[in-house]
């Protein structure tokens, strides 16, 4: 009986690849996320050589043999871990396969991440442009560059890599815990101290005013429903937000509000419900389509105040993604979704900090075209906004869970401190 008890023989590790990880693995955790993944599919691993840095400014270094029951078990083990850094001691380039169709990546593809990252070509290591996640990484035939590529945009005979040989992630490290947005980035609450990150905000804000970073702000239509459309414009005209991605619904109740005094036929000044103000932001939209553009309509004088008239007016680059359920929509709207992404992915190219405001679907979208290292700030009365963009991999954004005209209001004072 004693036999029957014994457990069973453990299965025989055929394949053994040895990997390093470099940087802050320890106080990042990403030491740990390592061999955890390796467990977690099945492996086993013996950490061959390890340098742990004397203090928070010295890196860290670890050599790792993994063992798993057979080649095919190895190739996910290693998929597993490359997104944490992971890079093979013994690789060799990158492998490259031709994309046999339009639209579609050939099998095998390699699926990238919102991180830093880099392939091997002819034994060098090149940086990846235009990083995103949920692409592919295309090479440039004539002069060797890499960079992501949605699978959209995928042509036939584009040279894409494949496999997770040739190529390594530099993960994103933790930020020093006195930092504002260190603190703040952690289990989403309503009782967090709101105060410490809003002059977080408005030094960054403050300081890609002043220099070469470009400010985003990603904004739903509660902007105007709650009455903070002058705190955005007083940001807008003293020159904090360079971009502005938004839906319909925001320009629409935005420019009702300039032409008609109401939004949601909601009249803003005295929060009482105007007759046949169910109409007002139909009529809004008819006015701006019959003078043909936003821009026009600035130009000719029927839209004299508001967001979307000082983005025209001080020069702020807006894009309005469409939806199925628009009213309209208003003529500068693209309803086009693959097109709103291919407009987002060039506007996005120079920001360094991104504003998220009010908006979940817009939030979400945007989030997914961010690289990593751009600080994302998501502000919602809905926790489950920030929640939603830290599952999907935008595990860089600090989410406050509160009202947005408290926030703006205390915003727009915090900058205005800095400028005194």
């Not at 940001?235 to 300039?258: S, V």
């Not at 939004?263 to 009482?272: A, D, P, Q």
């Amino acid at each position: 009986m004693e036999e029957d008890r014994k457990p069973p023989p453990a299965q025989p590790m055929g394949a053994i690849e040895d990997v390093e990880v470099r940087g802050h693995i320890i106080d990042s955790l990403i030491l740990p996320k390592v061999l955890d993944g390796i467990t977690a599919a099945g492996g086993t691993f013996r950490i061959t050589d390890v340098a742990i840095g004397h203090d928070r400014a010295d890196p860290s270094y670890a050599r790792i043999e993994v063992q798993a029951r057979d080649a095919a078990a190895l190739a996910a083990i290693m998929a597993a871990i490359a997104d944490h850094g992971a890079v093979p001691v013994h690789g060799g380039d990158a492998s490259l396969a031709e994309a046999d169709m339009d639209g579609a990546f050939p099998e095998g593809f390699y699926s990238t991440t919102n991180q830093r990252t880099e392939v091997r070509r002819g034994g060098q290591w090149l940086a990846v442009d235009d990083q995103e996640m949920d692409c592919g990484i295309v090479v440039d035939a004539a002069t060797g560059a890499a960079r992501c590529l949605p699978m959209t945009d995928v042509k036939r005979g584009m040279p894409i890599v494949t496999g997770h040989v040739g190529v390594r992630v530099f993960p994103l490290e933790r930020q020093e815990q006195g930092h504002a947005f260190a603190f703040m980035n952690s289990a989403v609450s309503t009782e967090k101290p709101k105060g410490v990150v809003i002059r977080e905000i408005a030094r960054q804000l403050h300081a890609n005013r002043r220099g070469p970073g470009r400010s985003l702000l990603v904004g739903g239509p509660a902007i105007v429903h709650t009455g903070s459309g002058p705190l955005m414009c007083q940001l807008i005209r003293e020159g904090y937000l360079h971009k502005l991605f938004a839906g319909n619904a925001l320009a629409t109740h935005d420019i009702e509000q300039a032409l008609f005094g109401t939004s949601l036929g909601v009249n803003l000044r005295e929060g009482t419900i105007v007759d046949a103000g169910h109409e007002h932001h139909l009529r809004a939209i008819n006015r701006i389509r019959r003078a043909g553009s936003i821009r026009a309509a600035v130009e000719s004088g029927v839209l004299a105040s508001g967001i979307m008239h000082d983005c025209v007016k001080y020069g702020v680059e807006f894009h309005l993604s469409g939806s199925i359920r628009d009213d309209g929509p208003l003529p500068d709207v693209v309803t086009d979704a693959i097109e709103c992404q291919r407009i987002m992915r060039r506007q996005i190219r120079d920001v360094t900090f991104c504003l998220m405001v009010a908006t979940t679907l817009h939030s979400v979208a945007v989030g997914n075209l961010l690289p990593a290292n751009v600080k994302v700030v998501c502000v919602d009365i809905n926790p489950s906004t920030v929640i939603k963009l830290n599952d999907r991999g935008s595990f860089q954004t600090v989410g406050l869970v509160t009202d947005v005209e408290p926030f703006l209001r205390a915003l727009v004072a915090e900058v205005t401190k800095l400028e005194s």
